[in-house]
């Protein structure tokens, strides 16, 4: 089992920056592949940013490229989302997640290959 608890989530102006944490409790955190995700309102679920199991992979959604960086400190069981460059549609309910992975290192895009999702954090981004 794994527990995941989100923060760094707030209001920001159009331009700026937010660090989203997700701190894993639990089974061994490195065994696992990580994802951002998101989801406004009357949108689906997308995911801005993965991780693989070793840090080697990522994945980023085009809208995000340049902007947003996934990164993992197994030593603190703790996944971060740098997110620079705010805009407006980037306001949305972030949700980390995680993939027990035990062989491979890939990353995971698509929500239903999670089994752990956190509580989600609040990011809204005014113009």
């Known amino acids: 089992q794994v527990l995941l608890v989100e923060s760094g989530g707030g209001a920001v102006q159009a331009g700026g920056s937010l660090r989203l944490s997700c701190a894993a409790s639990?089974?061994?955190?490195?065994?696992?592949?990580m994802g951002w995700f998101r989801q406004a309102p009357g949108k689906e679920r997308e995911c801005v940013a993965a991780?693989?199991?070793?840090?080697?992979?990522?994945y980023y959604l085009d809208s995000v490229k340049g902007r947003f960086t996934i990164s993992g400190d197994n030593a603190k069981n703790t996944v971060y989302l740098q997110m620079n460059s705010l805009k407006p549609e980037d306001t949305a309910v972030y949700y980390c997640?995680?993939?027990?992975?035990?062989?491979?290192?890939?990353?995971?895009?698509?929500?239903?290959?999670?089994?752990?999702w956190g509580q989600g954090t609040q990011v809204t981004v005014s113009s």
């Open positions: 991780i693989s199991r070793s840090g080697g992979s990522t």
């Open positions: 639990g089974r061994t955190f490195s065994g696992h592949a």
């Open positions: 997640a995680a993939r027990p992975t035990y062989s491979g290192d890939y990353y995971y895009t698509q929500g239903y290959e999670y089994g752990f």
